[in-house]
């Protein structure tokens, strides 16, 4: 399935996107993450690219990769990593899209060899906050720039999306709930609602990643011809 946007829309616009999990080392061959795959962000920066903008992807550890090999492909492993290259990207991009599962925390202390096992039946791990890439780079945002944020949630997925929205300055959120079926994690499918700046909600219907994302770009599309005109 190829992409569709008619005249090249964000031709000339830099896009920056974050993906996939990230990966947090407990000592040489151990890490906290979770069960992104990428698949759903790798598919914006995938239309994204072919809507004509030029794209730097920021993808945490997954087997997946875009498809377009114009997209240039930063592979990071943790939140440090990915907070640094988005730093890096963030002011030239007019749009931007974080689509990572973060890690919200991480080990205090990396043991620099293997942990062995001791002798009690427990052990407490001390994890400290990584930081929030798309808050602290977003307090930095201008107007010009269009900024989207993700937000998965299990229970009141609305107030939460909404909350982030002002929180995080965003254009959009796009929510995912894991109640709904054939959304989230390890499927080919999802079923998100777009919350735009004013917070006005418009559900999608269960459709493919590829469809899904196509929805989002086109609705950034809006955002940019709006910006400026
Ligand atoms: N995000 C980020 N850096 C982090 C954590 C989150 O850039 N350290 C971004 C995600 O990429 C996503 C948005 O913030 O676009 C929301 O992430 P989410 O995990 O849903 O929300 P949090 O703000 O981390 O709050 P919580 O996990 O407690 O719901
Ligand atoms: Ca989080």
């Not at 080392?25 to 994204?48: C, E, F």
């Amino acid at each position: 399935q190829a992409f569709v946007f008619a005249g090249l829309p964000l031709k000339g616009k830099k896009a920056l996107v974050t993906a996939g999990p990230t990966q947090e080392p407990l000592d040489p061959v151990r890490y906290i993450s979770n069960h992104s795959s990428g698949k759903m962000g790798i598919a914006i920066a995938d239309a994204l690219a072919a809507a004509g903008a030029e794209v730097t992807l920021v993808l945490g550890p997954t087997g997946l990769s875009a498809v377009n090999p114009a997209i240039n492909t930063i592979r990071v492993v943790t939140a440090e990593d990915m907070f640094n290259s988005s730093a890096a990207h963030f002011t030239q991009a007019d749009v931007i899209v974080m689509a990572a599962a973060v890690a919200d925390y991480r080990p205090k202390h990396v043991a620099d060899i293997k942990m062995k096992k001791g002798e009690g039946d427990a052990l407490t791990l001390e994890l400290e906050k990584t930081k929030d890439i798309l808050r602290t780079l977003g307090a930095t945002r201008t107007d010009k720039q269009v900024l989207v944020g993700f937000s998965l949630e299990t229970n009141n997925e609305r107030e939460y999306a909404l909350k982030k929205l002002r929180e995080k300055h965003l254009d959009l959120v796009v929510m995912n709930s894991l109640n709904d079926k054939g959304a989230g994690f390890n499927h080919d499918t999802n079923k998100v609602t777009l919350f735009d700046k004013k917070g006005d909600a418009r559900d999608l219907p269960l459709k493919s990643k590829l469809e899904v994302a196509q929805d989002i770009v086109a609705a950034i599309v809006d955002i940019v011809h709006l910006n400026s005109a």
